[in-house]
């Protein structure tokens, strides 16, 4: 029987982390950043050298560089954006990674050991370390004279780890007979008022508090290796191979010099030793005609792949889980950290809110409201290409053999609907913070609150009406943990040319502004939000920099198209001094030269009336109202108000 070497302590922290994987961290890191005490624990002594993801979309760059994060990443990972295909021989490229919807026209390959080195590193540049060693072994929500919190009991071995021979190695199934014998812990009971479960498939949080997870384990016996081959094939990009047995292969070259194979292992006995000789057949087989040797392995095992999900992703609006924890599925995409990395992005400017009493618990519930379709549907997508390289139903086999049998003359002119696997098309729906404007019409899809923001180049306007030769993208404009984007429209109100000063109204009746009334608007309502909504809750003002906006205003100018030639050249500028002189973030105008950003947001330039956007701390259209008039700036007010609690 385990000895408890000393009677539990206890401890307060705001909000507890269970595992320090990717998901894990990252959550760490975007709480403190927000001033929010945190303590994440992790049961393992050391980072497991196992990558399971190799692949960061491009989505998740995004999220990266809007977290200041991204030059770490790409220093230390290169860009994909094309597979090489074999299929019977015939080599092809397929641009599987290519979108052009976002600067990040690719995905970034990094195994995942090294994006959680990077992530843990950046932890600790915050002064948080992960608590290594601690296993979480009850959690629950204590509901006492009208207050609720989160109790959890840890304990850490004093010798050694926490691991036990005996325990589960499937997904979902957590044992009961969690000590064992001849071992010394200490435990502790920690209070706090939420709990991050990214505890990975295995989640003893989501176990404890009897979630269940609702899915299937698949019938394929699939080989995971890491070593050494030897080949005539280029492996040295994502390769799919698909030989004479019409048996596909995957292949990822790792920064070691080493390739992980992912391949149907189905035919072999997975009670008994899975041997190199072993393996090297079934590779073989798949990648004949090829020469495909195995020089030397790492790591060789079976794989049985799940596809899961949380039936709810909290627990009394106290205990979240995200990324494994909430949700698996197979390989087959690589969209299995990337969306556990936004499940956290999703979720902590909203716990932040909470716990700065500037919302109220309420806005929690949003998260699986928005995150659990994002995952149902990355499940959808991730077992459909799984099936389609791996099933062993007769149906799927002949199709796969018509579809590889012609592929080679087909590839060319296949086409993947960008931002798919890249995960840049995830749209939240309407909720209390995806707000409709309640009387213009809805415009078309692609600009409804839920969306992602679209990202577009913009140059600041100088004084005079004079433009800097410097091109700024629009999402390096909006970072920043936990700030709202104010994006102001103008259309061609602030041009030297517009009629917008003969005219009260646009075509549709919508009030027209111009520089001084825009001025006033900016500087008033900025004021007023800053004033009664910011971060420094009395709680934590020693963690928290005071210094940082919760509210952010960006002016978008533009031009209708202009006339030049060798004997002429149009006047029309974007002239705002009052504006141009403004700080970034307090209203600098900026120019959109093209037009592409009024027409990615759904906004007529010529003779119209602009409209106000509002961004959401994670990058996505919370509001839109078409005009940038008081009336605008009143509904705005208004979207805002039904968020936020009025600070005394």
């Not at 189905?266 to 798949?286: H, I, R």
């Not at 993947?416 to 409709?436: F, K």
Request: aromatic content about 8%; charged content about 20%.
């Amino acid at each position: 029987m385990a000895a408890i070497a000393n009677p539990a302590r206890t401890s307060e922290i705001p909000v507890l982390i269970s595992g320090a994987g990717p998901v894990g961290t990252l959550a760490a890191i975007m709480l403190t950043r927000l001033g929010i005490p945190c303590r994440i624990i992790e049961r393992e002594l050391t980072v497991s050298p196992m990558s399971k993801a190799l692949s960061i979309h491009a989505r998740t760059l995004e999220i990266l560089e809007q977290t200041g994060l991204i030059d770490q990443f790409l220093a230390r990972g290169h860009p994909i954006s094309h597979f090489n295909i074999y299929f019977n021989g015939a080599f092809s490229l397929f641009p599987g990674l290519i979108n052009s919807i976002s600067h990040y026209n690719y995905a970034l390959f990094l195994e995942q050991i090294r994006t959680t080195a990077i992530l843990t590193e950046e932890l600790e540049r915050q002064g948080l370390k992960v608590d290594r060693g601690w296993e979480l072994m009850d959690t629950k929500v204590v509901e006492e004279g009208g207050k609720t919190w989160v109790e959890t009991t840890i304990r850490r071995a004093l010798d050694g780890n926490n691991t036990r021979s005996t325990e589960s190695k499937i997904v979902g199934e957590v044992e009961l007979d969690a000590e064992q014998a001849d071992k010394e812990y200490e435990t502790e009971v920690v209070k706090s008022e939420y709990l991050i479960a990214a505890d990975g498939g295995k989640s003893v949080v989501r176990h404890k508090v009897h979630i269940p997870f609702v899915g299937r384990t698949l019938e394929n016996n699939v080989i995971l290796f890491d070593g050494n081959i030897e080949t005539d094939l280029d492996v040295s990009n994502i390769t799919v191979i698909n030989g004479r047995n019409n048996q596909t292969m995957n292949v990822f070259p790792l920064s070691d010099g080493q390739v992980r194979i992912m391949v149907d292992g189905s035919d072999l006995d997975p009670t008994q030793e899975l041997t190199n000789e072993a393996f090297e057949k079934v590779a073989q087989a798949a990648a004949a005609p090829a020469k495909f040797l195995i020089k030397s392995s790492s790591w060789l095992t079976f794989y049985r792949v799940n596809e899961r999900q949380a039936e709810t992703y909290s627990y009394k609006n106290r205990i979240f889980l995200a990324g494994d924890a909430a949700h698996v599925h197979s390989p087959a995409g690589g969209q299995g950290m990337n969306l556990g990395l936004q499940d956290a992005y999703n979720l902590t400017w909203k716990m932040a809110l909470v716990l700065n009493g500037l919302s109220d618990a309420t806005l929690l519930e949003t998260y699986e409201g928005e995150r659990a379709p994002v995952a149902s549907n990355v499940i959808n997508m991730s077992s459909a290409m799984f099936a389609m390289g791996f099933s062993r139903q007769l149906i799927r086999r002949i199709l796969r053999k018509t579809v590889t049998t012609f592929a080679s003359l087909l590839v060319r002119f296949i086409t993947i609907p960008s931002g798919t696997v890249s995960m840049l098309t995830i749209r939240y729906h309407e909720n209390r913070i995806n707000q409709r404007h309640k009387t213009q019409p809805a415009p078309a899809d692609e600009f409804q609150v839920g969306q992602r923001a679209h990202d577009g180049p913009l140059v600041q306007v100088l004084a005079g009406g004079q433009t800097s030769s410097d091109i700024i993208r629009l999402h390096q404009l909006i970072h920043g943990p936990g700030t709202f984007h104010i994006l102001v429209f103008t259309s061609d109100m602030l041009s030297t040319t517009s009629s917008a000063s003969s005219r009260k109204t646009d075509q549709g009746g919508i009030a027209l502004t111009d520089e001084s009334q825009l001025k006033g608007d900016i500087e008033r309502h900025l004021g007023e939000w800053r004033s009664k909504w910011a971060y420094g809750s009395e709680r934590f003002q020693q963690q928290q920099n005071h210094t940082r906006p919760m509210f952010n205003v960006h002016v978008i100018g533009a031009l209708p198209e202009t006339l030049s030639s060798s004997k002429f050249e149009d006047p029309s500028k974007i002239h705002a001094d009052s504006l141009a002189s403004k700080e970034a973030g307090e209203g600098r105008v900026y120019f959109d030269e093209s037009s592409k950003l009024h027409e990615r947001y759904g906004v007529p330039v010529k003779a119209g009336s602009g409209a106000i956007v509002v961004i959401r701390p994670d990058s996505h259209v919370g509001y839109r109202v078409q005009g940038a008039g008081h009336a605008a700036w009143q509904d705005v007010d208004e979207y805002l108000r039904s968020i936020f609690n009025t600070r005394v």
